[in-house]
């Protein structure tokens, strides 16, 4: 049984970083072919794809979220982080992690903004952003 927990805190201040973790176990995150992705929510609107770090190490962003955005991993721990720094009020969502595949439409362009695409998601983060 795949599993994938998340954790990190769900208050971060303006301009400051978010940081999320999600640990796998009954997978491997260096298991061929899967993107390890992170998906988020809005309030009101609906999911988007930010992006993604491939069984390979490659990693994989949303172009209007690039710039702000890193994704990391501890193989050991057979773990992935989300980074996103200096954010802002509109950073404020609920973050899933997610296993990708070729299969559900993730390429070297990214991964599906669909969160049903994704067969194993973390339970959602609710970070707000406030000062």
């Known amino acids: 049984q795949v599993r994938l927990q998340q954790s990190g805190p769900g208050l971060v201040k303006p301009w400051q970083t978010l940081s999320l973790t999600c640990a796998v176990s009954?997978?491997?995150?260096?298991?061929?072919?899967?993107?390890w992705s992170w998906i988020r929510q809005a309030p009101g609107k609906g999911t988007e794809w930010i992006g993604a770090?491939?069984?390979?190490?490659?990693?994989y962003y949303r172009p209007s979220l690039k710039s702000r955005t890193s994704i990391s991993r501890d193989t050991s721990k057979n773990q992935f982080t989300l980074r996103v720094k200096s954010v802002t009020f509109e950073d404020t969502a609920v973050y899933y992690c997610?296993?990708?595949?070729?299969?559900?439409?993730?390429?070297?362009?990214?991964?599906?903004?669909?969160?049903?695409?994704?067969?194993?998601r973390g339970q959602g983060t609710q970070v707000t952003v406030s000062s």
């Open positions: 997610g296993r990708g595949r070729y299969e559900d439409g993730c390429s070297g362009h990214g991964c599906p903004d669909t969160l049903n695409e994704y067969g194993y």
């Open positions: 009954g997978a491997s995150i260096t298991s061929e072919y899967y993107f």
């Open positions: 770090i491939s069984y390979s190490g490659s990693t």
